[in-house]
Nanobody, 119 residues
């Protein structure tokens, strides 16, 4: 059974930082593209960024580019989302997901973690 468990969310002031973790079981994080998504209240889920399985290259949404960084620890089978310079509009439930490629469909979704940024 594949499980993706996101953690590390919380309440932080604007300008602060958080690091989210996504621990995978039932799959190897270097065999899949691992993406981060978020959904704010009343809004559709949107992609935040992704790290490819092939070469570890990353892509980001324009709204987070330069502030968020995705990395991967194959030994811990974990993907991270480092979020810096957080803004109130970053408030959302964050999910990690695994798929065949960063531009492809998601195969597995994980449970989310809440991030709240206060102004």
């Amino acid at each position: 059974e594949v499980q993706l468990q996101a953690s590390g969310g919380g309440l932080v002031q604007a300008g602060g930082s958080l690091r989210l973790s996504c621990v995978a079981s039932g799959l190897r994080v270097d065999d899949y593209a691992l993406g981060w998504y978020r959904q704010a209240p009343g809004k559709e889920r949107e992609g935040v960024g992704c790290i490819s399985s092939s070469d570890g290259s990353t892509v980001y949404a324009d709204s987070v580019k330069g502030r968020f960084t995705i990395s991967r620890d194959n030994g811990k089978n974990t993907v991270f989302l480092q979020m810096n310079s957080l803004k109130p509009e970053d408030t959302a439930v964050y999910y990690c997901a695994a798929g065949g490629g960063c531009s492809g469909s998601v195969i597995y979704w994980g449970k989310g973690t809440q991030v709240t940024v206060s102004s």
